[in-house]
């Protein structure tokens, strides 16, 4: 997730001005080739600090030249490491983080001096590999950046906070809950040692996110007021829709959906201010859940059908995974015991093979769900129909959620 005055902030918004800046050019002296490094040196004269709404346009101008990338890297592989710390940060704001991770893979190959850039490059691809739910590949990865960080001179300590915070996310979303809090409190010390406040926001919300996954619902609480309250201060905006949508999760595993869809529609309206595409459609999951459980179906559709779209645009499989048990949980509730049977089977594949299981948050209304359609059922009928949908693959179970969200039953 990107945060303001963040390095992946200036970043994207270097990457953005450099991109609308050489699109200019190009298109005024075609008889110009541009190399990587005349990309390299406008990425570092743009160093502006640009309000969300100017954000927002330039990575609108993004989305229709975002293949120029491609073509430089090709065109000056020498150079294109450099390059990668600017470009992924612009996939992953575009919602393009497949392209990324793929123009990433091959660079990966080559052997990578021990130097900052190199580091730098595979903290990138790094995050590139999480964003496509690649959690072991994206751990190892980051180990090699942490490993080499540790071996260059000088003071590395917001990179190596920003990089084992990242490793806790991935060690969470696979589960491992002790390694993540231990790892999320690691950073926080070298956040809280160079008195960053952006990085300390961000490790006490990844605290609470570990505690709410274990049940700690107070803890989660006092971690995501902290946060809030810093992100607040540096007027963070993402960092502050973050904070409600978690609070909003804890809310929906409370069965407090009121609350919940209150403080989902605040983090949505943020995040749409901001254009932060992934950011959006995590806020409409949400609230298409919550309005599920208050039997607002129509607005249940709307939202989980606009965030099954997009996640699968993004080639977000963790996400397209939760929209589709989502929608296992609206059709049970429309009574459709055979449909969510088969969508819940869909599901269960897709984490098999993500190889991280249903959050605490969550997997308490999906039992409820799972033992009320075996209760109408019977366990070997949704056996037999949970099966149907594990035999589905990734497109096919896509596909089949996507028919069920678009067209209600009469």
């Not at 994207?12 to 990309?39: C, E, G, I, P």
């Not at 809950?177 to 952006?198: D, M, P, R």
């Not at 949508?245 to 869809?261: C, T």
């Amino acid at each position: 997730k990107m945060q303001k005055n963040s390095v992946v902030y200036v970043g994207a918004v270097a990457v953005s001005v450099a991109v609308v800046t050489l699109t200019w050019y190009l298109k005024n002296r075609r008889d110009k080739q541009f190399t990587t490094k005349d990309l390299i040196a406008l990425c570092k004269k743009t160093e502006p600090h640009l309000t969300g709404s100017d954000q927002k346009t330039h990575f609108q101008v993004l989305e229709g030249n975002y293949q120029l990338f491609n073509q430089v890297l090709l065109d000056d592989p020498e150079n294109a490491i450099i390059l990668l710390g600017y470009i992924w940060r612009f996939y992953c704001v575009t919602g393009r983080q497949k392209i990324g991770y793929e123009a990433a893979k091959s660079l990966n190959k080559k052997d990578l001096p021990i130097t900052a850039v190199s580091a730098k490059y595979l903290l990138a691809f790094g995050m590139l590999a999480h964003a496509t739910g690649s959690f072991n590949e994206a751990k190892d990865i980051l180990r090699r950046s942490l490993q080499m960080y540790l071996q260059l001179p000088g003071d590395s300590k917001l990179d190596r906070a920003i990089i084992i915070n990242q490793i806790g996310v991935c060690s969470r979303e696979k589960g491992d809950y002790v390694e993540a809090e231990s790892l999320h409190k690691q950073a926080l010390g070298l956040f809280t040692e160079i008195n960053n406040e952006w990085g300390i926001g961000l490790a006490l919300s990844n605290l609470g996110v570990v505690a709410r996954e274990q049940g700690g619902w107070d803890a989660a609480k006092n971690y995501f007021q902290k946060s809030l309250e810093i992100r607040m201060k540096i007027q963070d905006s993402i960092g502050i829709a973050s904070s409600l949508g978690n609070m909003g999760a804890i809310s929906y595993a409370l069965s407090e959906y009121e609350d919940a869809i209150g403080l989902h529609e605040r983090c949505l309206t943020i995040r749409l201010s901001l254009g932060d595409s992934w950011g959006v459609c995590g806020a409409k999951l949400n609230l298409g859940m919550n309005y599920c459980e208050t039997e607002n179906y129509l607005k249940a559709r709307h939202h989980l059908l606009g965030a099954i779209h997009s996640f699968y645009k993004m080639n977000d499989r963790l996400g397209v995974c939760e929209c589709i048990e989502a929608t296992g949980c609206l059709v049970a509730k429309l009574l459709e015991f055979e449909t969510a049977s088969i969508l819940f089977g869909c599901a269960k594949k897709l984490r098999e093979t993500l190889d991280c299981s249903v959050p605490l948050t969550r997997s308490g209304h999906h039992q409820r769900y799972t033992n009320s359609i075996v209760a109408k059922i019977g366990a070997a009928a949704y056996a037999r129909y949970e099966q149907q949908g594990k035999s589905k693959d990734y497109k096919e179970s896509y596909t089949f959620a996507e028919n069920h969200l678009a067209v209600p039953k009469k």
